[in-house]
């Protein structure tokens, strides 16, 4: 069974950058017909959907958030990473990795790490 283990530095100072890890066991990151998430859900709001990341390497990006999120992946260390630049207080919200594979019923979600954005 694939589990997902989200970490961050938690707090991060406006106009900074963060980055992101999601640690993968019980599963590769390259496995086939797999596609991996980074997903936000901003306080006392709904889940906003930041990046795809596909096992053949392919990504996709929010057109609202491309411009300063960056998705990747480590192969050696199986790992999912983002990475948030220029971050503000409206960047503050539980960060969630997801993974989809389009031969199982459900996702596999991790518990979700938070950053916080303040001065």
């Known amino acids: 069974q694939v589990r997902l283990q989200e970490s961050g530095p938690g707090l991060v100072k406006p106009s900074q950058s963060v980055s992101l890890t999601c640690t993968v066991s019980g599963g590769s990151i390259t496995t086939a017909y797999t596609y991996w998430a980074w997903i936000r859900q901003l306080p006392g709001k709904g889940f906003e959907w930041i990046a795809h990341?596909?096992?053949?390497?392919?990504?996709y990006y929010n057109p609202a958030l491309h411009s300063r999120t960056s998705i990747s992946r480590d192969t050696s260390k199986n790992e999912l990473a983002l990475r948030l630049s220029s971050v503000t207080p409206e960047d503050t919200a539980v960060y969630f990795c997801?993974?989809?594979?389009?031969?199982?019923?459900?996702?596999?979600w991790g518990q979700g790490t938070q950053v916080t954005a303040s001065s």
């Open positions: 990341l596909f096992a053949n390497g392919d990504t």
């Open positions: 997801d993974r989809t594979d389009t031969n199982l019923p459900t996702d596999a």
